[in-house]
């Protein structure tokens, strides 16, 4: 699918909230493609996926009304105010760093404001992208070798890769919502009483004075994690091959990204070098002891790359404050 025919497509009254919306229409500062389009990987069957930014209205910044992020569920569109994206961005993670990266062809909207922020992309880039861009390739990588091998764990083993997969979350949740010690919050394993089950996993919980919806959501995560597994469990295998293989090219594409980030060559979320050989992978041309073997290399760049680093070790928030400033200022007339 072209770019032009995204942009009919974004045309439609499936779209329609771009124009409807209050926070959205000529709020938007940047509206691009993502996912496997985004990335140069996409096949026939791939989604549309749409990112973006949008500029709060005056109620959201200085009212009593607040706004962080729109999504539309149906057309796998998300578009972040301002702030919130700005945020992300300060944290280095991979999934908002790539709306500064993408191919110029692949905007759909860009604002002067929105050129702005692009064209000062590497103020955000700090070695906060170690881990970032570490921690999502780790996850990405426990997802493939939990799928793949499950089937023949013994219950045991099966219950310690679903808690090493909900540990693996547990910075994220910690910095999503209010956040937690892993004293307050502590998982473990132990014997379980279930007659079915050998080990089990459970939880102390020792908080005080804290707010019950985050307590639902990071339960609701948690519980998520543990039925996601039980889905894969009963994966039909042959069905399931070109998701795995989908797993496998986004693990290798976040190594190559996160490593020349580090390398200080910039964000570039078209992989023009890579595209065929990412596509081989998904196609299933390699084994999955070949993979492995791949990412064992690709992991060893990264961590070059990380040792090796010249970014700092914290992004320039003054700098990035006074962007904010001025795209406030050029478009609601205050900030300065």
């Known amino acids: 699918m072209g770019i032009q025919d995204i942009k009919d497509r974004l045309n439609s009254d499936k779209y329609e909230f771009l124009r409807t919306d209050p ?12 996912g496997s389009i985004a990335y140069g990987t996409n096949v026939d069957t791939s989604d549309i996926d ?8 005056k109620q959201d910044l200085l009212g009593l009304s607040s706004f962080e992020q729109f999504e539309d569920r149906i057309t796998d569109t998300v578009i972040y105010g301002l702030k919130k994206f700005i945020s992300l961005c300060l944290d280095s993670n991979p999934n908002v760093l790539e709306i500064l990266g993408t191919k110029d062809e692949h905007l759909l909207v860009i604002t002067k404001e929105g050129q702005l ?18 921690n999502y390739a780790t996850a990405q990588l426990r997802r493939l070798k939990n799928a793949l091998a499950r089937d023949s764990y013994p219950q045991a083993e099966k219950e310690q890769h679903i808690l090493e997969s909900i540990l693996g979350q547990m910075e994220h949740l910690k910095r999503t919502y209010k956040s937690f010690t892993n004293e307050e919050i502590n ?46 469990n009963h994966r039909n295998n042959k069905k399931d091959e070109p998701h795995l293989n989908k797993h496998a090219m986004h693990l290798i594409r976040l190594l190559i990204t996160g490593t020349e980030v ?10 023009e070098k890579e595209r ?23 992991e060893r760049r990264f961590r070059l790359a990380a040792e090796n680093t010249s970014l700092p070790d914290k992004p320039d928030y003054k700098r ?17």
Do not use: C
């Open 187 to 232: 998982l473990y394993i132990d014997q379980s009483d279930k007659p079915e089950m050998e080990t089990e996993i459970f939880i102390d919980i020792n908080l005080k004075h804290y707010p019950l919806r985050d307590l639902k959501n990071i339960y609701s995560d948690m519980s998520n994690v543990v039925k996601n597994y039980s889905k894969l």
């Open 276 to 298: 065929e050989f990412l596509l081989d992978i998904r196609k299933g041309k390699y084994s999955y002891n070949e993979l492995f073997e791949m990412v064992d290399e690709y």
């Open 262 to 271: 580090l390398e200080g060559k910039g964000i570039n979320t078209y992989r």
């Open 117 to 134: 922020l692009r064209d000062n992309a590497d103020l955000f880039l700090s070695k906060k992208a170690i881990h970032s861009f570490g």
């Open 320 to 336: 990035v404050e006074e962007l904010m400033l001025e795209i406030y200022s050029n478009i609601w007339g205050f900030g300065r």
């Open 50 to 57: 749409i990112r973006g930014v949008t500029i709060e209205t």
């Open 23 to 34: 926070r959205l229409g000529e709020n938007i500062l940047i509206l691009t493609t993502a």
